[in-house]
Protein backbone atom coordinates (compact mmCIF):
# COMPACT_ATOMS: atom_id res chain seq x y z
CA UNK A 1 0.00 0.00 0.00
CA UNK A 2 1.29 3.73 -0.81
CA UNK A 3 1.89 6.02 1.55
CA UNK A 4 -0.20 9.40 1.55
CA UNK A 5 -0.20 11.57 4.05
CA UNK A 6 -3.06 13.83 5.52
CA UNK A 7 -2.32 17.04 7.56
CA UNK A 8 -5.17 18.36 9.52
CA UNK A 9 -5.74 22.05 9.52
CA UNK A 10 -8.99 22.15 11.58
CA UNK A 11 -7.14 23.23 14.51
CA UNK A 12 -6.10 26.13 12.61
CA UNK A 13 -7.42 26.32 9.23
CA UNK A 14 -10.98 25.13 10.41
CA UNK A 15 -11.35 27.28 13.72
CA UNK A 16 -10.45 31.00 12.44
CA UNK A 17 -13.15 31.80 10.69
CA UNK A 18 -16.13 30.23 13.12
CA UNK A 19 -18.13 32.86 15.26
CA UNK A 20 -17.68 30.35 18.41
CA UNK A 21 -14.01 31.11 20.02
CA UNK A 22 -12.05 28.12 21.30
CA UNK A 23 -9.91 28.79 23.99
CA UNK A 24 -6.28 26.90 24.04
CA UNK A 25 -7.59 23.79 26.47
CA UNK A 26 -10.14 23.19 24.00
CA UNK A 27 -8.32 23.41 20.84
CA UNK A 28 -6.17 21.05 22.73
CA UNK A 29 -8.71 18.75 23.64
CA UNK A 30 -9.49 18.66 19.52
CA UNK A 31 -5.93 17.96 18.73
CA UNK A 32 -5.53 14.80 20.96
CA UNK A 33 -8.80 13.75 19.51
CA UNK A 34 -6.83 14.22 15.64
CA UNK A 35 -3.98 12.62 17.27
CA UNK A 36 -5.82 9.69 18.76
CA UNK A 37 -7.16 8.68 15.12
CA UNK A 38 -3.35 8.71 13.98
CA UNK A 39 -3.07 11.60 12.69
CA UNK A 40 0.80 12.45 12.56
CA UNK A 41 0.65 15.93 11.09
CA UNK A 42 -1.37 18.36 12.22
CA UNK A 43 -1.63 22.49 11.87
CA UNK A 44 -2.27 23.72 15.63
CA UNK A 45 -2.34 27.20 15.65
CA UNK A 46 -1.25 30.87 13.92
CA UNK A 47 0.93 33.83 15.55
CA UNK A 48 -1.47 36.52 13.71
CA UNK A 49 -2.70 39.36 15.47
CA UNK A 50 -5.44 37.82 18.31
CA UNK A 51 -7.63 41.72 17.00
CA UNK A 52 -7.40 40.13 13.50
CA UNK A 53 -8.00 36.95 14.01
CA UNK A 54 -9.61 36.09 17.31
CA UNK A 55 -9.67 32.43 16.88
CA UNK A 56 -5.69 31.92 17.23
CA UNK A 57 -4.97 34.06 20.55
CA UNK A 58 -2.82 32.02 22.98
CA UNK A 59 -1.14 29.76 20.08
CA UNK A 60 1.73 29.94 22.26
CA UNK A 61 0.29 27.80 24.81
CA UNK A 62 -1.28 25.40 22.46
CA UNK A 63 2.31 24.91 20.63
CA UNK A 64 4.19 25.33 24.19
CA UNK A 65 1.51 22.43 25.42
CA UNK A 66 2.42 20.56 22.54
CA UNK A 67 6.58 20.54 22.92
CA UNK A 68 6.83 16.97 24.55
CA UNK A 69 4.19 15.21 22.06
CA UNK A 70 4.90 12.95 19.12
CA UNK A 71 3.78 14.75 15.50
CA UNK A 72 4.44 17.16 13.19
CA UNK A 73 2.45 20.13 14.48
CA UNK A 74 2.81 23.10 12.32
CA UNK A 75 1.95 26.69 12.83
CA UNK A 76 1.04 29.60 10.21
CA UNK A 77 2.96 32.47 10.22
CA UNK A 78 2.10 35.74 8.44
CA UNK A 79 5.90 38.18 8.70
CA UNK A 80 8.79 38.12 10.87
CA UNK A 81 7.30 39.15 14.07
CA UNK A 82 4.89 35.96 13.39
CA UNK A 83 8.14 33.73 13.28
CA UNK A 84 9.88 35.15 16.10
CA UNK A 85 6.97 34.41 18.58
CA UNK A 86 6.66 31.07 17.05
CA UNK A 87 9.90 29.81 17.17
CA UNK A 88 10.23 31.17 20.84
CA UNK A 89 6.91 29.14 21.59
CA UNK A 90 9.26 26.30 20.55
CA UNK A 91 7.44 25.74 16.87
CA UNK A 92 9.64 23.50 14.96
CA UNK A 93 7.69 23.57 11.64
CA UNK A 94 5.78 26.66 10.33
CA UNK A 95 3.65 27.18 7.02
CA UNK A 96 3.77 30.92 5.19
CA UNK A 97 1.45 31.65 2.90
CA UNK A 98 2.30 34.22 -0.21
CA UNK A 99 -0.63 34.37 -2.80
CA UNK A 100 -0.32 34.05 -6.28
CA UNK A 101 -1.84 37.60 -7.28
CA UNK A 102 -1.23 41.45 -5.67
CA UNK A 103 -5.01 41.92 -4.59
CA UNK A 104 -5.17 38.94 -2.75
CA UNK A 105 -1.20 39.64 -0.81
CA UNK A 106 -2.81 42.79 0.01
CA UNK A 107 -6.08 41.71 1.37
CA UNK A 108 -4.43 38.53 3.37
CA UNK A 109 -0.96 39.74 4.79
CA UNK A 110 -1.11 43.02 3.58
CA UNK A 111 2.03 43.27 1.11
CA UNK A 112 2.30 43.48 -2.35
CA UNK A 113 3.63 40.41 -4.03
CA UNK A 114 7.08 41.70 -4.19
CA UNK A 115 7.17 42.26 -0.44
CA UNK A 116 5.59 38.63 0.13
CA UNK A 117 8.24 37.15 -1.96
CA UNK A 118 10.71 39.07 0.32
CA UNK A 119 9.52 38.73 3.29
CA UNK A 120 9.12 34.38 2.08
CA UNK A 121 12.78 34.66 1.06
CA UNK A 122 14.16 36.16 4.11
CA UNK A 123 12.32 33.66 7.08
CA UNK A 124 13.23 30.65 4.89
CA UNK A 125 16.71 31.71 5.30
CA UNK A 126 16.39 31.36 8.80
CA UNK A 127 14.66 28.86 9.05
CA UNK A 128 16.77 26.62 7.48
CA UNK A 129 19.80 28.16 9.77
CA UNK A 130 17.28 27.58 12.91
CA UNK A 131 16.54 23.96 11.75
CA UNK A 132 12.82 24.67 11.21
CA UNK A 133 10.84 23.05 8.47
CA UNK A 134 9.22 25.59 6.59
CA UNK A 135 6.29 25.13 3.90
CA UNK A 136 4.88 27.69 1.86
CA UNK A 137 1.85 27.75 0.48
CA UNK A 138 0.56 29.53 -2.67
CA UNK A 139 -3.08 31.12 -1.76
CA UNK A 140 -5.55 31.42 -4.82
CA UNK A 141 -3.46 29.27 -7.12
CA UNK A 142 -6.19 28.84 -9.58
CA UNK A 143 -8.67 31.42 -9.17
CA UNK A 144 -8.36 34.72 -6.85
CA UNK A 145 -12.05 36.30 -5.84
CA UNK A 146 -10.51 39.77 -6.98
CA UNK A 147 -8.09 39.23 -10.33
CA UNK A 148 -10.11 36.25 -11.26
CA UNK A 149 -8.28 33.44 -13.04
CA UNK A 150 -4.47 32.25 -12.63
CA UNK A 151 -1.86 31.40 -15.11
CA UNK A 152 -0.11 28.34 -14.62
CA UNK A 153 3.45 29.32 -15.81
CA UNK A 154 2.71 32.07 -12.74
CA UNK A 155 2.47 29.07 -9.98
CA UNK A 156 5.07 27.42 -11.64
CA UNK A 157 7.73 30.95 -11.55
CA UNK A 158 6.23 31.53 -7.92
CA UNK A 159 7.13 27.85 -6.85
CA UNK A 160 10.70 27.84 -8.09
CA UNK A 161 11.30 30.85 -6.54
CA UNK A 162 10.38 29.45 -3.12
CA UNK A 163 11.98 26.14 -3.05
CA UNK A 164 15.26 28.05 -4.70
CA UNK A 165 15.28 30.08 -1.16
CA UNK A 166 14.74 26.68 0.81
CA UNK A 167 10.92 25.79 1.24
CA UNK A 168 10.41 21.92 1.55
CA UNK A 169 7.39 21.94 0.60
CA UNK A 170 5.00 23.49 -1.87
CA UNK A 171 1.34 23.81 -0.81
CA UNK A 172 -1.45 24.73 -3.71
CA UNK A 173 -4.46 26.91 -2.17
CA UNK A 174 -7.73 26.38 -3.94
CA UNK A 175 -8.31 28.99 -1.65
CA UNK A 176 -11.89 29.74 -3.04
CA UNK A 177 -12.71 26.65 -4.13
CA UNK A 178 -12.69 27.51 -7.30
CA UNK A 179 -10.81 24.73 -9.51
CA UNK A 180 -12.18 22.33 -11.16
CA UNK A 181 -10.70 18.41 -11.88
CA UNK A 182 -9.24 19.20 -14.85
CA UNK A 183 -7.26 22.01 -13.55
CA UNK A 184 -6.05 20.57 -10.70
CA UNK A 185 -4.46 17.60 -12.71
CA UNK A 186 -3.01 20.02 -15.17
CA UNK A 187 -1.69 22.00 -12.52
CA UNK A 188 -0.42 19.19 -10.17
CA UNK A 189 0.82 17.49 -13.04
CA UNK A 190 3.10 20.17 -14.53
CA UNK A 191 4.54 21.01 -10.64
CA UNK A 192 5.01 17.15 -9.66
CA UNK A 193 6.85 16.98 -13.16
CA UNK A 194 9.24 19.70 -12.87
CA UNK A 195 9.92 19.87 -9.16
CA UNK A 196 9.11 16.25 -7.82
CA UNK A 197 5.56 14.84 -5.94
CA UNK A 198 7.56 14.47 -2.77
CA UNK A 199 7.84 18.67 -2.77
CA UNK A 200 3.99 19.20 -4.02
CA UNK A 201 1.26 19.08 -1.38
CA UNK A 202 -2.62 20.24 -2.35
CA UNK A 203 -5.31 22.47 -0.17
CA UNK A 204 -8.66 22.53 -1.38
CA UNK A 205 -11.72 24.02 -0.28
CA UNK A 206 -15.33 22.35 -1.32
CA UNK A 207 -17.06 25.60 -2.18
CA UNK A 208 -18.15 24.00 -5.08
CA UNK A 209 -18.60 20.71 -4.01
CA UNK A 210 -15.80 19.72 -6.39
CA UNK A 211 -12.97 19.22 -3.13
CA UNK A 212 -12.83 15.43 -3.49
CA UNK A 213 -12.94 15.45 -7.10
CA UNK A 214 -10.38 17.45 -7.22
CA UNK A 215 -7.81 15.77 -4.39
CA UNK A 216 -8.51 12.72 -6.76
CA UNK A 217 -7.52 14.51 -9.30
CA UNK A 218 -3.98 15.87 -7.63
CA UNK A 219 -3.30 12.25 -6.63
CA UNK A 220 -3.39 10.54 -9.75
CA UNK A 221 -0.84 13.63 -10.99
CA UNK A 222 1.09 12.02 -8.70
CA UNK A 223 0.73 14.01 -5.28
CA UNK A 224 0.70 12.43 -2.26
CA UNK A 225 0.52 15.30 0.48
CA UNK A 226 -2.90 16.83 0.91
CA UNK A 227 -4.58 19.33 3.31
CA UNK A 228 -8.01 18.74 5.17
CA UNK A 229 -9.95 19.35 8.13
CA UNK A 230 -12.08 17.56 10.22
CA UNK A 231 -15.72 18.02 9.71
CA UNK A 232 -15.30 20.29 6.73
CA UNK A 233 -14.24 22.91 8.98
CA UNK A 234 -12.61 26.40 7.24
CA UNK A 235 -12.61 28.79 5.18
CA UNK A 236 -10.53 32.08 4.57
CA UNK A 237 -11.64 35.69 6.39
CA UNK A 238 -10.09 37.59 4.19
CA UNK A 239 -11.44 35.66 0.47
CA UNK A 240 -14.58 36.71 -0.02
CA UNK A 241 -16.64 33.34 -1.37
CA UNK A 242 -14.31 30.95 0.75
CA UNK A 243 -16.43 27.83 2.46
CA UNK A 244 -15.15 24.68 4.39
CA UNK A 245 -11.93 22.53 3.52
CA UNK A 246 -12.58 19.33 2.51
CA UNK A 247 -13.42 16.99 5.51
CA UNK A 248 -10.78 14.99 6.35
CA UNK A 249 -12.85 12.01 6.71
CA UNK A 250 -14.06 12.41 3.40
CA UNK A 251 -10.48 12.23 2.13
CA UNK A 252 -9.47 9.22 4.04
CA UNK A 253 -12.42 7.49 3.25
CA UNK A 254 -11.53 7.91 -0.42
CA UNK A 255 -8.15 7.51 -0.32
CA UNK A 256 -8.46 3.98 2.24
CA UNK A 257 -11.08 3.13 -0.51
CA UNK A 258 -8.52 3.56 -3.34
CA UNK A 259 -5.80 1.09 -1.62
CA UNK A 260 -3.37 3.89 -0.10
CA UNK A 261 -2.35 3.82 3.46
CA UNK A 262 -2.89 7.09 5.69
CA UNK A 263 -2.43 5.77 8.89
CA UNK A 264 -5.80 6.98 9.78
CA UNK A 265 -8.48 5.37 11.28
CA UNK A 266 -12.04 6.54 10.44
CA UNK A 267 -13.75 5.00 13.35
CA UNK A 268 -11.31 6.96 15.85
CA UNK A 269 -11.97 10.29 12.48
CA UNK A 270 -16.14 10.09 13.73
CA UNK A 271 -15.09 10.45 17.85
CA UNK A 272 -12.80 13.52 16.44
CA UNK A 273 -15.92 14.74 14.25
CA UNK A 274 -18.40 14.61 16.99
CA UNK A 275 -16.39 16.36 19.54
CA UNK A 276 -15.89 18.75 16.84
CA UNK A 277 -19.56 19.25 16.85
CA UNK A 278 -19.55 19.64 20.65
CA UNK A 279 -17.55 21.65 20.74
CA UNK A 280 -18.55 24.04 17.88
CA UNK A 281 -22.70 23.68 17.63
CA UNK A 282 -23.97 24.52 14.93
CA UNK A 283 -21.13 22.95 12.61
CA UNK A 284 -21.71 20.77 9.57
CA UNK A 285 -21.20 17.14 8.65
CA UNK A 286 -18.96 15.60 6.36
CA UNK A 287 -20.47 14.12 3.34
CA UNK A 288 -19.08 10.40 4.29
CA UNK A 289 -20.35 10.86 8.53
CA UNK A 290 -23.86 8.72 7.71
CA UNK A 291 -21.76 6.20 5.94
CA UNK A 292 -19.23 6.10 7.95
CA UNK A 293 -21.54 5.93 11.65
CA UNK A 294 -23.42 3.45 10.09
CA UNK A 295 -20.51 1.34 9.48
CA UNK A 296 -19.40 1.41 13.02
CA UNK A 297 -22.60 0.51 14.23
CA UNK A 298 -22.44 -2.53 12.51
CA UNK A 299 -18.83 -3.28 13.72
CA UNK A 300 -17.70 -3.03 10.19
CA UNK A 301 -15.04 -0.17 11.22
Known amino acids: MEKVWV ?15 LDPEQRLQLIQALRSAGLTQIEVGAFV ?17 LANTAGEFSVLIPNEKGYDLATAAGARHIAIVVASSETMNQK ?30 IATAWECPFEGSINEDIILQQAEVLIAAGAKEIVLADTIGAATPQQSATLTNRLCREFGSALIACHFHDTRGMGIANAYAALESGVRRFDASIAGLGGCPFAPGASGNIATEDLV ?32 VAKSTQWIERQIEKGAL
Open 7 to 21: RDVGPRDGLQNQKQV
Open 108 to 137: NIGMSNEQAFRFAKTVLTRASHDGVHASCY
Open 49 to 65: SPRAVPAMAGSDRVVSA
Open 253 to 284: LMLNQQGYDTGISLADLATAARLTRQLLPGVG
